[in-house]
Nanobody
């Protein structure tokens, strides 16, 4: 059974930092592309950052220079370090696991963790 469990969300003031974690089980983690998505109320879910099995990364323009995605294959965990947070970063953040051989419609999702940036 595939499970993605996010943690690390919370309330933070503008300019602050948070580190999200996503622990995976039930998949061969090291071969998956892992991603973080977010969805704010009234908005579509959007890609924030992704990291491939070869550690290539890509970021949404809105978070470049502020967020860093990383992975630890020894712990089957992907991280999202978020610095200089802005109110517009407020959203539910979801972890995603994309198989290298299955279509995106078969990707797996975590339950989400709320990030609120407010003074």
């Amino acid at each position: 059974q595939v499970q993605l469990v996010e943690s690390g969300g919370g309330l933070v003031q503008p300019g602050g930092s948070l580190r999200l974690s996503c622990a995976a089980s039930g998949i061969l983690f090291s071969v998956y592309t892992m991603g973080w998505y977010r969805q704010a109320p009234g908005n579509q879910r959007e890609l924030v950052a992704a990291i491939t099995r070869s550690y290539s990364t890509n970021y949404a323009d809105s978070v470049k220079g502020r967020f860093t995605i990383s992975r630890d294959n020894t712990k089957d965990t992907v991280y999202l370090q978020m610095n200089n947070l802005k109110p517009e970063d407020t959203a539910v953040y979801y972890c995603n696991a994309q198989s290298p051989i299955l279509p995106p419609t078969n990707s797996r999702w975590g339950q989400g963790t709320q990030v609120t940036v407010s003074s």
